[in-house]
């Protein structure tokens, strides 16, 4: 029999009031910053279609507004709204509160300044032109110092908890904490060393690649898996499925995924064995994913019927099936015969779109829509609303993911043939493209609504309860 873990762990002795002040100031920050790096996104989708459009505004090149946009999303959007429900569920996981509000707010504010900087180098043209790593020094300086601010305060929180037993959600968060602080030293080490240290050739190429991989795999990975662990069990009122399957899973991912950055350089001119490593590793993250993905499915088993009534398990559940879809894609495509055809095509890019998007950030927006409402201590704003979300992120990933994916195997098939122009693949991409720009409009519209209905439910002092049946029971008594 799977071995229950409740995700309460013990009881608290004495009822702890958590004013989460911290875990607002994230999540405001979460809001704003996928809004304005999404618009970039948007636009980025827009000029595959029209090539001129707005090329007479330097700031607004693709050039510039493409980094602008992933580097963005990861470290504005899918990093800021991780840390903003770790600082919600780690003090009720721990039983205590959050060691300093204020030094968490302050971490947050330089954190949104890191970002900032950075973004604004990149549209006034200073890129290192390395993927995820494009921020300038200063802004390197100020993220790194930002935090570690923020992994003092959540360590000392987490050294300071009433229950003996660590809940698998601090496991992946304590690894969320230092492999970002790692990885993004270990990738930026140019910037933060302003050019006095830096890799050369093949090394840095895959030094690139190492963090590239890693920035998903071991940053965007344990952050949005912490969240699942704890808000799962939580949507559906059941003990996580097992305990030891999940401990299994942890450190079968930690070991297995900083091999995998090299399989981004398949038929390149680093060596046939770093290739073949790669490729190994890529395929042995089944064991990981699987524990989770089942895990998961075992949680929710016997509470599938309560699906219609919250978006929060809408999203979590569905994150949980496109990160199954992603992680047996992602093994998939590292073999050489696909490479062949996938390598450098818009396969590659519909895949990290799935991850970051269809995955992690269906985590967030679950947690979100679990933990607004609790913290706040009133109903969502509008459900509707939610489930329109819902909607709009669904079929809008869906649609980018389809078109971008099919579209990639085509043009990698047109690739092959020599004695086409190489314009002439340009063209055949068109239809993908404005399927693409119709995927991300949906999305951005998703977001829109998400953002304006997250914001109501925050500053309204009275919002009326229009929430589904099952939810007013459960918010009758708001929980920790």
């Known amino acids: 029999m799977a071995e229950a873990i409740e995700t309460r762990s013990n009881p608290e002795p004495v009822r702890i009031t958590h004013s989460d002040i911290g875990a607002k100031w994230w999540v405001a920050s979460a809001l704003g910053w996928s809004i304005a790096f999404m618009i970039f996104g948007l636009i980025t989708a827009l000029k595959f279609r029209f090539p001129d459009l707005w090329c007479s505004v330097p700031y607004l090149t693709y050039g510039r507004i493409r980094p602008v ?5 990861i470290f504005g959007w899918l ?52 993927e995820y790593e494009e921020y300038n020094g200063l802004s390197n300086w100020i993220l790194v110092i930002a935090w570690v601010m923020l992994s003092y305060v959540i360590c000392q929180t987490i050294a300071r908890r009433k229950y003996n037993r660590m809940y698998v959600a601090l496991w992946y968060v304590m690894a969320f904490l230092i492999q970002t602080a790692l990885v993004y030293i270990f990738g930026n080490i140019d910037g933060l060393t302003f050019g006095y240290l830096h890799f050369n050739g093949i090394a840095d190429a895959l030094a690139n690649w ?4 890693a920035v998903v795999g071991l940053i965007a990975t344990p952050g949005g898996l912490a969240a699942a662990y704890y808000f799962m069990p939580k949507a559906v009122d059941s003990p996580l ?21 090299a399989h981004h350089l398949i038929y390149t ?8 490593v790669s490729q190994v590793f890529s395929i042995l993250l089944f064991i990981p ?12 088993r016997g509470h599938w019927h309560k699906a219609p009534d919250s978006v929060c398990r809408n999203f979590l559940w569905m994150g949980t099936l496109f990160y199954l879809l992603v992680c047996i894609q992602g093994p998939f495509q590292a073999m050489r015969p696909v490479q062949y055809f996938i390598h450098y095509t818009d396969w590659v890019i519909g895949h990290a779109h799935l991850a970051l998007f269809g995955t992690f950030s269906f985590f967030i927006f679950g947690a979100f829509y679990y933990m607004i409402p609790r913290m706040m201590k009133r109903p969502l704003y509008s459900y509707p609303m939610a489930n329109a979300h819902f909607q709009f992120a669904f079929w809008g990933i869906l649609i980018m993911f389809i078109s971008l994916t099919t579209g990639g195997l085509y043009q ?18 068109m239809p993908f493209w404005e399927w693409r720009t119709v995927g991300g409009a949906l999305m951005f519209t998703g ?20 929430e589904p049946v099952a939810e007013r029971a459960a918010l009758s008594a708001v929980s920790q």
Request: hydrophobic fraction near 50%.
């Open 241 to 261: 499925y097992n305990h030891k399957l999940s401990i299994i899973g942890f450190w079968t991912i930690t070991a297995i995924y900083i091999w995998n950055g």
């Open 69 to 73: 946009h992933a580097q963005g999303m």
């Open 447 to 466: 977001q829109v609504l998400f953002a304006y209905n997250i914001y109501k439910t925050m500053t309204l002092k009275y919002v009326p309860a229009r």
């Open 289 to 300: 994913v699987f524990t989770v993905v089942t895990n998961f499915f075992g949680t929710v």
């Open 79 to 130: 990093v800021v709204g991780n840390v903003a429900a770790l600082c919600y569920f780690v003090p009720r996981l721990t039983g205590t509160k959050l060691f300093s509000e204020r030094i968490t707010i302050n971490a947050a504010m330089l954190w949104n300044l890191g970002v900032f900087v950075g973004s604004a180098g990149l549209l006034l043209g200073y890129n290192k032109g390395k």
């Open 210 to 213: 190492f963090y590239g991989h």
């Open 269 to 276: 001119a680093i060596p046939l064995y770093l290739q073949t």
């Open 412 to 429: 990698g098939y047109l690739w092959t043939d020599p004695t086409i122009p190489f314009i002439e693949t340009v063209k055949a991409m």
